[in-house]
């Protein structure tokens, strides 16, 4: 089993910055891919940003040049820089990795909140 703990979240005005980790500890050979979610209120819970264990990065189209994802390996740690937050970034953010046997794990979220 591998669990998840999230940090970072928080409330911050638009055009401000936001940095957010998550640390997965438990039974861990190795990581594939690591990804941050959200989920706004009343919508469907949308990939942000994935990193594959090769190195590989995805973002939806609205965080490009904004977000960052990058991983650490060694601390099986995975983390989104926000820049630049607008408030529809405002939403619940989960991570999510990828163990070597292509089980799927998930964090409990941390809020996100910016205003106008």
């Known amino acids: 089993q591998v669990q998840l703990v999230e940090s970072g979240g928080g409330s911050v005005q638009a055009g401000g910055s936001l940095s957010l980790s998550c640390k997965a500890t438990g039974s861990i050979f190795r990581l594939n891919a690591m990804s941050w979610y959200r989920q706004a209120p009343g919508k469907q819970r949308e990939l942000v940003a994935a990193?594959?264990?090769?190195?590989?990065?995805n973002y939806t189209d609205s965080v490009k040049g904004r977000f960052t994802i990058s991983r650490d390996n060694a601390k099986n740690t995975v983390y989104l820089q926000m820049n630049s937050l607008k408030p529809e970034d405002t939403a619940v953010y989960y991570c999510?990795?990828?163990?070597?046997?292509?089980?799927?794990?998930w964090g409990r979220g941390t809020q996100v909140t910016v205003s106008s």
């Open positions: 999510k990795v990828q163990d070597s046997w292509w089980n799927n794990y």
């Open positions: 990193i594959l264990s090769g190195g590989d990065i």
